[in-house]
């Protein structure tokens, strides 16, 4: 989608409305799967230190963007992984990866100037499937639109949250 | 062994130089315009004249609006100027530029699709992206903690408020660290 404002309010959303269905899932694993939406954004290093500049420093090639495909969420999700204990690993693995997804999909949909969007499978495949091109990333329709929906699912929330609390 | 401390940093330290390889791996990639790759600003910095007659996609601010000019820069030294003609819109000196078009001879880029994207928007996307990095970063310390013995983060029995905490360290300034 657009910035990482709005990828971290759509999983906040997502997430939120999950865990009325799903037990398990308190604010402390909602908070995991929205730091799975930023994963994809880790690729954004290169605003702070240019792909080009360490490929002429260091003399490799080096492209950030692999970062946000699948291969590259792969790997920073299994870090977020191994950095917890073993009885929450396949639950934080399992928020990381839907989280990151999220941001992917999401982002598949911006529009672009060749129609195409980036090649989310890599190393998989390098296809870049087309974008219905539905927003830029400067936009802040879809970041409005993404508050909404948090906004709903928190006061949806907060209204379980206060019906369980009055129950006898 | 991913359950010791020791054991949990080899095997960061393995995954960590695995994407530093899938981003090396990343920065050796060719265009390939049949699975929709088309050759983009590097490498027409690279070397333009490769492309002649191929679909490619350029992005650069407006320089001049007759004839349509943009300039893209890549890494600290690298620019191009890249000339833009059969462009279907109006665009202003100091645009953001994203043009789909065939390469032509003399830097130029004959579009077929293009937009530009308004100069403000750029900085609303940075500021509201370290909005959503900080909230997320905030929410973080306030469920999980770092366990320093065991380089692990756990989930915290009670919710540590950052707003409390700054409010007591604020009151101890205030009160001389009462």
């Known amino acids: ?168 | 062994m991913i359950s010791t401390g020791k054991g949990r940093l080899v095997i960061v330290g393995i995954l960590l130089l695995l994407l530093v390889g899938l981003a090396m791996w990343y920065g050796t990639l060719e265009p390939v315009p049949r699975a929709g790759v088309y050759p983009g600003n590097n490498d027409l910095v690279e070397n333009f004249d490769r492309y002649h007659g191929d679909l490619v996609t350029a992005a650069g601010r407006v320089q001049s609006v007759d004839p349509v000019v943009i300039e893209t820069t890549i890494g600290p030294r690298d620019t191009l100027r890249l000339t833009i003609v059969n462009l279907q819109i109006a665009v202003q000196k100091g645009d953001e530029l994203r043009v789909f078009g065939i390469a032509r001879e003399g830097s130029t880029i004959e579009s077929h699709t293009a937009f530009t994207v308004p100069p403000p928007g750029l900085w609303y996307a940075y500021g509201t992206s370290v909005l959503g990095g900080l909230w997320v970063l905030c929410r973080l310390v306030e469920h999980w903690q770092f366990d320093n013995r065991h380089w692990n983060l756990k989930r915290r029995s009670a919710r540590h408020r950052i707003r409390t905490r700054i409010q007591r360290r604020l009151s101890q300034l205030k009160f001389g660290g009462d």
């Open chain 1, 1 to 168: 989608m657009p910035d990482l404002l709005a990828h971290v309010l759509l999983a906040y959303a997502l997430f939120g409305a999950l865990s009325w269905r799903i037990e398990w899932i308190n604010a402390q694993y909602v908070t995991v799967g929205m730091a799975g939406a930023v994963i994809p954004d880790l690729s954004k290093a290169d605003l702070f230190i240019d792909d080009s500049l360490i490929e002429q420093v260091l003399e490799i090639p080096f492209d950030w963007f692999a970062l946000h495909t699948a291969g590259g969420v792969l790997i920073s999700v299994l870090i977020g992984t191994v950095l917890v204990e073993h009885d929450e690993r396949k639950r934080v693995f399992g928020l990381l990866s839907v989280g990151a997804a999220t941001h992917l999909l999401a982002d598949s949909f911006l529009r672009t100037a060749s129609g195409r969007s980036f090649s989310v499978l890599w190393p998989l495949s390098r296809y870049q499937p087309p974008t219905p091109g539905l927003y830029l990333s400067t936009e802040p329709g879809p970041t409005v639109i993404a508050l909404a929906l948090a906004l709903l699912v928190y006061l949806i929330s907060r209204h379980r949250t206060d019906e369980l609390a009055t129950q006898p």
